[in-house]
């Protein structure tokens, strides 16, 4: 069943012209407009609307006096769309012909002169770069945001001990902070794409037209400027059917939110009785409609349910561009909706992942008891028989790994093990193991740059905060 138009039918001259003698049939209207969601482009539409009017004054393609009466009509169309009384029209398909229309009722005859050397194929595209380069510069404040928390939690727990796993087995102990610094190096390398993305975006393609640019003796270094552009686009076919930008905005969202996936995977796990290594504040907690003692986190699933939907809306628009040829085809109003799904999505999750990150504590107790548990200093054991007793390290992995095997029908950790006992494996082993032995020892051993001892741990505090804050 079709829907039935909200604003009603009108000509189709109204934006085609006199190529067509009647309207479009009402399932058309239906599947053609897309004002329902790009009406999110107002501000920048009006903006390079502005801009182009401005240099078509300055190269005396209008006069002054259109040009001052087209942006004191576009100054009314933004008031009234921030006042929410402007009215949007779908028989008008999209935020362009909403606002010239609107434009034309303000201002009358003028508004018409205002899409001279345009086309809205050069118009979206500016529009939509503009609308995806703010997001970037968003993006960029929205991780670091969650960068500072993380590095604070990090600072707080530089020296707090806890199991380093691979294979989600234990591995060596290492240090909270550490942990949690490792995701603000992910952050950092997301908030690299971000901005390498914008370099890439930043070429305007307004001036460009319909695709083989236009007549008008235009000056596209101009609108550059007054848009923030670097410079105008180069090849007026690759301005109007370039989503590169897009593409590129979605991949490096794509990225951010595996990484918060990775993270929120790891507070589902801490925050479950098995670990209890983390409790989440209230305000990012749910309870259970039947069972009282639950305290779930609700948050840390959502965001981790959500990457799907970002790295889904990479895909659809993979699946759109794939099969285009040069130059604009309608397929491309697809390209919008999921680029705002997508920021909409990020945005949220990155707020969600910084407030819970920010009101976490975590059990320090348990994880230390945790962090001596599966013989997680016979790496340090290895390291010791090579460093001062002088074996190969394939010896002393399997010495190791031979003590690993005592102490593990002894029931105990290998500091528990006597001189005696390590003695009758390697009679290399000294009183002076004891002092790589335990997991306090173990994190403070390593020193290496990068490393989890406590005082990198510290220092990296410190650089994260000059490079990323």
């Keep these: 069943m079709t829907k039935k138009s909200d604003q009603g039918t009108s000509s189709a001259s109204t934006i085609w012209g006199g190529r067509f003698s009647g309207g479009p049939a009402e399932i058309m209207e239906d599947i053609n407009a897309s004002i329902g969601y790009d009406q999110r482009l107002y501000r920048q539409d009006i903006m390079a609307s502005k801009a182009h009017a401005m240099m078509l004054a300055a190269t005396g393609i209008l006069q002054q006096s259109d040009v001052d009466a087209i942006n004191k009509g576009l100054d009314t169309v933004l008031q009234e769309i921030e006042d929410g009384t402007f009215q949007f029209k779908r028989s008008l398909e999209d935020i362009h012909m909403n606002v010239e229309n609107r434009l034309r009722e303000l201002i009358g005859e003028a508004a018409g002169r205002l899409h001279t050397a345009r086309s809205r194929n050069d118009q979206v595209a500016t529009d939509f770069k503009l609308w995806v380069r703010d997001q970037l510069q968003q993006l960029d404040l929205d991780i670091q945001n969650l960068q500072s928390v993380l590095i604070d939690q990090a600072e707080n727990h530089a020296a707090t001990i806890m199991p380093g796993f691979t294979h989600l087995q234990t591995a060596q102990p290492v240090t909270l902070g550490h942990h949690l610094l490792a995701y603000v190096e992910m952050l950092g390398r997301d908030r690299g794409r971000a901005m390498d993305c914008l370099k890439r975006l930043n070429e305007n393609p307004l001036g460009s037209a319909a695709l083989a640019g236009t007549s008008f003796p235009i000056d596209r270094d101009m609108t550059s400027g007054a ?56 305000d990012f907690s749910t309870g259970s409609s039947i ?179």
Excluded at 248 to 269: F, K, N, T
């Design 291 to 469: 069972m009282p003692q639950k305290r779930n986190p609700d948050a840390a699933e959502l965001v981790r349910a959500k990457a799907g939907r970002i790295i889904g809306a990479l895909n659809t628009l993979l699946v759109v561009m794939k099969g285009l040829p040069l130059a604009y085809g309608k397929d491309m109003q697809e390209d919008k909706e999921p680029v705002f799904d997508a920021a909409d999505t990020l945005s949220l999750s990155l707020a969600a992942m910084s407030g819970m990150m920010a009101g976490a504590k975590f059990d320090e107790t348990r994880m230390m008891d945790d962090a001596g548990r599966g013989f997680s200093t016979a790496t340090d054991l290895a390291d010791w028989l090579v460093r001062v007793a002088g074996m190969a390290f394939r010896d002393a992995h399997e010495v190791t790994g031979t003590l690993v095997k005592m102490a593990e029908n002894k029931n105990c950790g290998l500091e528990d093990l006597s001189l005696d006992d390590m003695i009758s494996v390697s009679d290399r082993i000294t009183k002076d193991v004891y002092d790589v032995l335990g997991v306090e020892n173990s994190v403070k051993s390593r020193i290496s740059f990068g490393g989890t001892a406590p005082d990198l741990v510290r220092d990296a505090c410190v650089d994260a905060r000059r490079r990323f804050l």
């Design 227 to 282: 848009l923030g552009f670097a410079r105008p686009t180069a090849n007026s076919l690759d301005a109007v059917s370039d989503r590169d930008f897009a593409l590129e905005y979605l991949s490096a969202a794509s990225i951010v939110a595996v990484h918060l996936s990775r993270l929120a995977e790891e507070i589902v796990i801490w925050c479950s009785t098995q670990f209890a290594y983390m409790r989440l504040g209230d």
